[in-house]
């Protein structure tokens, strides 16, 4: 049987380097799994940039987009608009590997 991870983070070296461990050794221990395909999701402009190019480079990666609400609490409305057209043309421009829109919910977490 095989799965799709349908929300990680792992195209985020930040992640990698929280957890001291390889995207390689990741993805290795996923296929273990069963797992054969990710969606990559973005946390913000920058962040979806990067799910993509990971997407474009890693079989079985596609990429959510998105602009998660913690990352707009302390950012003017301007710098918001500037980053959800670029998180639409990234959606456009690579629409073959972008199969999302993530991170819209409100999270109550914290
Ligand atoms: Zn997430």
Do not use: W
């Not at 390689?24 to 990710?38: D, L, P, R």
């Amino acid at each position: 049987m095989n799965f799709i991870d349908t929300h990680c983070h792992i195209h985020d070296p930040e992640f990698t380097q929280k957890y001291d461990i390889s995207v390689n050794q990741i993805i290795i221990n996923a296929a273990s799994a069963g797992v054969s395909q990710f969606i990559c999701v973005g946390t913000d402009a920058k962040s979806s940039q990067q799910a993509i190019e990971f997407a474009h480079t890693h079989n079985g990666a596609y990429a959510s987009l998105a602009i998660h609400p913690h990352e707009v609490a302390d950012v003017t409305d301007e710098l918001i608009d500037g980053e959800f057209k670029l998180v639409e043309q990234l959606a456009r421009e690579n629409h073959k590997k972008v199969i999302a829109i993530g991170e819209c919910g409100l999270d109550y977490f914290s």
